[in-house]
């Protein structure tokens, strides 16, 4: 045994059971296991070669003796995925996408459960309670069905019908509470109490952040495998940890797997963190924004994100808090329109489809990139996780689905099928040009429209094929480079503004550099609007399509 648990209080140190969920010195419920690092730290890089990737790989460093191997579902081992697009958009080229969606039931928390159930099998506990906004209740009743255990799961009654749905599939008994997520906390406690049931305590479960910290050492492992810098340490760390966080373990676990790490000499640092929560439940950002050392509570969260809803972070607050200003990180918050935006972008951009509290991870991402905390030399990696159920009808709005209505009798099957497709695409799309001899930059332009609206967009590669086209096609909008060789982008201007047919079409220019006064003067009164490259996710430069082809 290479472990123990120790007091995050008082520093006793005490061996590990898991229903033992106090400190037995100073009865703190806030622990956490400690293992022999000198010697993991020296012997488990060399056995990692002939191990699958999953998060058993670390085993000796995970609070299970013998982990069964009959009971695991292929936790952990997610892809890192390079976010190239939104990189582009961004300008920040080095963002990474832990994908956790990939786990066996698509949420992060399948690490938790599967480590967390496999220490209990290990116990002999056969029940347990969890409180959920529903991915935990789905992870732990896969697992816990697996494992031959019962699971009563106290959900509060935001959760979406078919998750509920799926955590009873798995035999777990749902038990549905109507209020706060932390009145559901309560009342689940309490029944655990009564019964005498084991209870998952979140962030306070030693398993919890154990199996968590499993992340950051895969991050680890993959960007250097990414860098082909070879398998051996020391390894690459990202030089920013980002996720939504409701309670906070994510981020919690992911630092003490970097901290492990460079304690056994496998990196070098830990990440920066940013966790980022919605704005309407948002008690650890408000409160570290004020410099608050416990956190204020919310009592009544406003936010869709109903798997964001912590309204009280009791001390997980104060832990995380520490870490984020010790790794130099930052709290921030996101509106759920500002998260619903996000989901979009990140799925036309880079096809990846994520449940509404990932997609806030995204929307802080893109927050904190504007605001310049993270820098366009920084690497970053986003946790996204949960794809069950993420695009509920108030995320899409109206016109997701058109309705289409086969002909009546009086028409021929010819004026039947005519009828049913203007019925598909009723409206005459906008028409905008783009004018631009990087092929990047019109891909980039081209892709960011078509993720925010229907338009035809068509596309010319230098000022003479430009002028063509929008003398041919008459667009609504031109989106023009100023730097082409040959006939430059003032050229264009000019030649469109002195023809009476193309003199009112509305341009918008994009520009790589920063204009010198002659260059703004020559615009002057000449276009719409002036935005620089990289500036691309601004909600302006959409506002500004938006307006202009009305
Ligand atoms: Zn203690």
């Known amino acids: 045994m290479t472990f123990t648990i120790k007091c995050m209080d008082c520093g006793y140190n005490a061996p590990y059971f898991p229903t033992a969920t106090t400190c037995p010195k100073c009865n703190s419920q806030w622990r956490e296991a400690e293992y ?21 790989r670390y085993r000796e460093l995970l609070p299970v003796r013998n982990p069964n191997p009959g009971m695991s579902l292929g936790e952990g081992g997610s892809p890192l995925v390079r976010a190239a697009n939104l990189g582009l958009m961004l300008g920040c080229p080095n963002i990474f996408i832990k994908d956790e969606r990939q786990g066996p039931t698509a949420s992060f928390k399948d690490r938790q459960a599967s480590v967390t159930i496999a220490a209990l099998k290990e116990a002999g506990i056969t029940e347990l309670v969890a409180a959920s906004t529903g991915n935990v209740a789905i992870s732990y009743s896969a697992y816990a069905s697996r494992a031959g255990m019962k699971l009563w799961a106290f959900v509060t009654s935001l959760v979406p019908a078919v998750k509920m749905r799926e955590i009873a599939l798995y035999g777990s008994q749902v038990i549905k509470i109507t209020g706060s997520y932390d009145q559901c906390k309560q009342v689940a406690s309490e029944f655990a109490r009564q019964r005498g049931v084991y209870q998952d305590m979140g962030a306070r479960t030693i398993t ?5 910290k499993t992340i950051a050492f895969e991050i680890a492992e993959q960007l250097t495998y990414m860098e082909e810098a070879g398998p051996n340490p020391p390894w690459r760390s990202p030089d920013w940890y980002v996720q939504a966080i409701s309670g906070g373990m994510g981020p919690l676990g992911v630092y003490k797997g970097f901290r492990e790490m460079k304690e056994m000499g496998w990196t070098e640092r830990i990440p920066a963190l ?18 608050l050392e416990k956190a204020e509570v919310v009592s009544s969260p406003q936010t869709h994100i109903e798997t964001l809803a912590t309204g009280d972070p009791g001390r997980s607050y104060e832990f995380l808090r520490q870490r984020v200003n010790d790794t130099n990180g930052a709290f921030e918050s996101v509106t759920d329109e500002e998260a619903f935006r996000a989901m979009h972008v990140l799925a036309k951009m880079e096809g990846i489809s994520a449940e509404p509290a990932a997609a806030a991870a995204f929307a802080g991402l893109f927050k904190l990139i504007r605001a310049g905390i993270i820098k366009p030399s920084d690497t970053v990696v986003v946790n996204c996780t949960g794809h069950t159920m993420p695009a509920e009808s108030f995320v899409l ?26 019925q598909v695409a009723p409206e005459k799309f906008p028409k905008i040009v783009i004018v631009e001899d990087t092929a990047e930059a019109r891909r980039l ?35 023009l480079d100023l730097m082409m060789p040959e006939t430059d982008g003032f050229t264009v201007i000019e030649a469109l503004r002195s023809k009476p047919e193309t003199a009112a079409i509305p341009v918008i220019v994009a520009t ?34 938006k307006s202009l082809i009305k």
């Not at 919890?208 to 968590?212: F, K, Q």
């Not at 009086?410 to 497709?421: D, V």
């Not at 276009?527 to 430069?541: M, S, V, Y």
Request: aromatic share 6%.
């Open 36 to 56: 022999d690092y000198e010697l993991i730290g020296r012997t488990l890089p060399a056995k990692l070669a002939n191990r699958t990737f999953d998060l058993w």
């Open 208 to 212: 919890s952040i154990e199996a968590m």
């Open 274 to 291: 940013a966790p980022i929560q919605a704005e309407g439940c948002a008690p650890m950002v408000t409160s570290w924004k004020k410099g």
């Open 397 to 422: 709005g109206d016109n997701w689905s058109r309705d289409v209505k086969f002909p009546s009798k009086q028409e021929t099957p010819q004026e039947g099928l005519l009828s049913a497709l203007t």
């Open 445 to 479: 332009i081209r892709r960011i429209l078509q993720s925010q609206g229907n338009f035809t967009i068509l596309e010319a590669t230098n000022g003479r094929a430009g002028l063509e086209l929008i003398q041919k096609e008459l667009p609504d909008l031109i989106i």
């Open 512 to 545: 790589a550099k920063e204009l010198t006064p002659d260059e703004k003067s020559r615009l002057n009164g000449q276009i719409q609007a002036l935005l620089q490259k990289g500036d691309f996710l601004n909600d302006e430069f959409l506002e500004e399509v």
